[in-house]
């Protein structure tokens, strides 16, 4: 019993590191996918994917409450895969992030 005690114990500090992570995705012509890690308490990352033919380009906003959002943009070609990262001045508590891809694939009038 004194063991199970101290494993969970011993487990308390490594799952109090976790926070919600709000992602919204706007609606574009992409088939962007994403994933969103948190890292440590003041550290997040998200993971874009692009599967799709064409090359987008994402603009990413991270909201942690009363700091400034911090933006990152990066160009995806097709089957690219992009890990964007950032990190806060202050422990985070709940980080909302904003992705925007746009496809930039010109198109060909005919």
Not at 17 to 26: F, K, N, S
Not at 93 to 110: G, K, M, P
């Amino acid at each position: 019993m004194n063991r199970w005690c101290v494993a969970l114990l011993a487990g308390l500090p490594l799952s109090s590191l976790a926070y919600p992570i709000d992602v919204e995705m706007v609606p574009g012509d992409t088939q962007i996918s994403y994933s969103a890690h948190d890292i440590a308490a003041d550290l997040a990352s998200l993971t874009l994917v692009n599967p799709g033919e064409n090359p987008a380009r994402c603009t990413v906003t991270f909201n942690n409450g009363p700091e400034m959002p911090r933006i990152r943009r990066t160009l995806l070609a097709p089957g690219e895969t992009a890990h964007l990262t950032v990190k806060l001045h202050r422990q985070v508590v709940r980080l909302r992030i904003d992705v925007e891809c746009l496809s930039t694939a010109r198109r060909v009038d005919e």
